[in-house]
């Protein structure tokens, strides 16, 4: 802002209700800048108001700080709004009629998402030949629910030179190698319509009331340039048309040394010097070498690794991408430079590796540096009571995707499919990891799970193993303060909303508000009112609730029509 733009007047909020630890039931506050000045009740901002404010009256809305997306990927998430749908998709014939229906309109590849055949009759993807007919000859490519595997025409495929590179199937799927040429074929934009599909994505996840994001790039998701470009888009407003979320910059790139690590650093900082024009000041640059450093692959394209075979594979145990030496090389290294490390690890096999090379790197770094790093795995799907002891003594944070259980646990689920009903039952261990002691950061994966936060703590409370639910409230702090923790923002009180915290908060038209315990999970003393705890919004019922603003450090960065 330039020294001649005129000051922020204060905005006094009222007649609602605020999720402050600072007083359970507030009704008001006061935001003054970039900072709450004041939280209190109704009768108290009455004597508080004058000319000097602008006042903005709730209207029985919930004003609560607002939600930190620990693990996403921004371009496809934006891809997956403006191309092809296929989530919804309840058939094979369903995705090549819609594929057919898109290849009618426009020009270039046909590009979708989404489709998951686990839950179709059919139990197999589009082949390259029915791609072929469907779309009239034109190109396709339509990545699977998880992005680990995909699909593509006969067309693209020679073109592409599949046949001869590695994770080609021969029948139109593609993993591995062949699934990374696709991506980046898919994937090359010029600065335009990347700016562009980054504004989308930011704009989007600000109307549901998300704050910032962590952003898991890696080589095999989207360039390098991607990431340099979304942040001086989101953090610094390169090509940007207003305020958005916040970006929480992660590379996954594996390195050996502290001196490959800083290397890594330095490369981000000069790409995002030359589009500043200036070098990058401290906390600018990278969070860490973590996110998408796969250590495995994914349950639905069956590599994820497992100790035993898949149920409908037996003659696979899924892919291991790393060995416990270069875990433990990594960690080292980003421990030595300051870093956070982490991985993707989704298979208990793949667990198994993560855990071994934490105790390799505790011996390589020492235990007290290792634990003070602060790194983090992503998802940790398969893990048992032995492993969630070993996080817990490494001081481990798990960014762990809640929406997984939601749409793949259950009977029937692609979990009991790939992996049979004993292993499904004991996928994504929520409350497990709380029990020990882990710290625990909630995200969606997307473009795999929709950005829906209170969808997100909904499937924390309705867990389908039932010893594995948490709290709303629990599950709500684990996606705002929690998510800053564990991205170790700067600011201690970034994510909770009480005089002299940042005035980081969404407002929420909700039906009812009170404080839920998962069934069978807490104690009544808990839900009580004489407990004084924050009441959030009541997610039993069909309809969630529904952002009207969204505000970071005083800014706004979405406001609704109608409020």
Same mark, same amino acid.
């Given at each position: ?15 609602? %209700? ?39 009256? +709730? ?24 191309? +092809? ?12 009629? !819609? ?21 179709? $009759? ?25 992005? #680990? %595997? ?30 990374? *040429? ?19 994505? @930011? ?15 890696? =080589? ?12 001086? +888009? ?43 024009? *200036? ?22 394209? *069956? ?5 035993? $075979? ?19 090389? #990594? ?12 991985f993707h690890v989704i298979g208990d096999a793949g667990m198994d590796t993560v855990l071994d090379g ?14 003070g790093a602060g790194h983090r795995l992503e998802h940790a799907e398969m893990i048992d009571p032995e ?31 790939? @992996? ?45 193993? $039932? =010893? ?9 702090? !684990? ?9 170790? #923002? ?20 909700? =039906? ?17 009112? *004489?407990?004084?705890? $924050? ?29």
């Open positions: 802002m330039s020294s001649t733009a005129p000051a922020r007047r204060p905005v006094l909020y009222r007649n609602g %209700s605020v999720y402050s630890p600072a007083d359970p039931f507030a009704t008001a506050v006061l935001v003054d800048g970039p900072r709450v000045a004041w939280v209190g009740s109704e009768e108290a901002a009455r004597s508080l108001q004058d000319s000097s404010m602008d006042v903005v009256d +709730l209207d029985g809305r919930l004003l609560a700080p607002g939600f930190v997306d620990s693990h996403v990927h921004l371009t496809e998430t934006a891809l997956a709004l403006s191309t +092809l749908d296929l989530t919804a998709a309840g058939s094979l014939q369903e995705v090549l009629d !819609a594929v057919a229906g898109a290849a009618r309109t426009g020009h270039g590849v046909v590009l979708g998402s989404g489709w998951d055949e686990s839950a179709w $009759p059919e139990r197999r993807a589009p082949t390259a030949q029915e791609l072929d007919r469907a779309a009239g000859g034109r190109e396709v490519y339509l990545t699977r629910i998880d992005v #680990h %595997s995909g699909v593509v025409s006969a067309s693209l495929a020679r073109r592409l030179g599949l046949a001869t590179v590695e994770g080609w199937l021969g029948d139109g799927r593609v993993e591995h190698l062949a699934h990374d *040429r696709v991506r980046a074929a898919a994937l090359d934009f010029d600065a335009g319509r990347r700016a562009e599909l980054h504004r989308l994505g @930011l704009h989007h996840a600000a109307a549901q009331g998300y704050v910032a994001l962590a952003e898991a790039n890696a =080589e095999q998701v989207a360039p390098f340039e991607d990431l340099v470009h979304l942040v001086a +888009l989101a953090n610094h407003g390169v090509r940007a048309e207003g305020p958005t979320p916040r970006v929480l910059p992660y590379r996954g790139e594996l390195v050996r040394t502290a001196a490959q690590a800083r290397a890594v650093v330095e490369r981000f900082d000069a790409a995002l010097a030359e589009l500043l024009g *200036r070098p990058p000041r401290r906390g600018e640059s990278l969070v860490g070498l973590a996110g998408d450093l796969c250590v495995d692959g994914a349950l639905g394209s *069956r590599t994820a690794a497992l100790r035993a $075979p898949y149920a409908d594979e037996p003659s696979s145990t899924g892919d291991l991408y790393l060995d416990p030496d270069a875990v433990a090389a #990594h960690l080292a290294a980003t421990t030595e430079a300051g870093l956070q490390g982490g934490l105790d390799r790197a505790a011996q390589l770094v020492g235990e007290r540096a290792l634990q492993g969630v002891e070993r996080l817990a003594r490494h001081a481990v944070t798990v960014s762990v995707q809640p929406g997984f259980d939601a749409a793949w646990g259950g009977p029937g689920g692609l979990y009991e499919q790939r @992996l049979g009903v004993a292993r499904a039952a004991a996928m994504n261990p929520l409350a497990s990891f709380y029990r020990a002691g882990v710290p625990v950061a909630l995200g969606s994966d997307a473009p795999v799970v929709p950005l829906s936060p209170w969808d997100t703590v909904r499937a924390c409370l309705e867990h389908h193993d $039932p =010893e594995q639910r948490i709290s709303a409230r629990a599950a709500f702090l !684990a996606s705002t303060r929690g998510a800053w923790r564990a991205a170790r #923002h700067p600011d201690p009180m970034q994510g909770q909303l009480a005089p002299g915290t940042p005035a980081t908060f969404a407002v929420w038209d909700v =039906e009812a508000l009170m404080v839920q315990q998962a069934e069978g999970t807490g104690s009544s003393w808990s839900t009580d009112p *004489r407990a004084r705890t $924050p009441l959030l919004p009541a997610l039993d019922g069909t309809s969630l609730p529904v952002c009207r603003q969204t505000v970071l450090d005083g800014v706004e960065l979405f406001r609704s029509e109608d409020f």
